[in-house]
């Protein structure tokens, strides 16, 4: 329901960066994930810019241009 997604939100305020590390973190952990990009952008409604984080960690042989988790399916 909107009205508990909103108000859980509003109890416990993330900035994006550490929406971005606790994502990777849980990437990284992944036993298929062999790299991933994630980005976070908030869009300010009480400021005049955005928020914006990013964290790649993509493997040597994957292409950095891949915004994809990389799944081992081996």
Known sequence: DEKYVTETAFAAPTFVE???RNAASRLK??????G???EVESFES???H???ACIDQM?????????GPVL???
């Open 29 to 34: 952990a992944h036993p298929k994930v062999r």
């Open 59 to 67: 493997d040597a042989d994957q292409h950095l241009l891949d915004a």
């Open 72 to 74: 081992d399916t081996m």
């Open 46 to 48: 009480i400021h005049n």
């Open 50 to 52: 955005s928020a914006y």
């Open 18 to 20: 550490d929406v971005v």
């Open 36 to 38: 991933f990009r994630v």
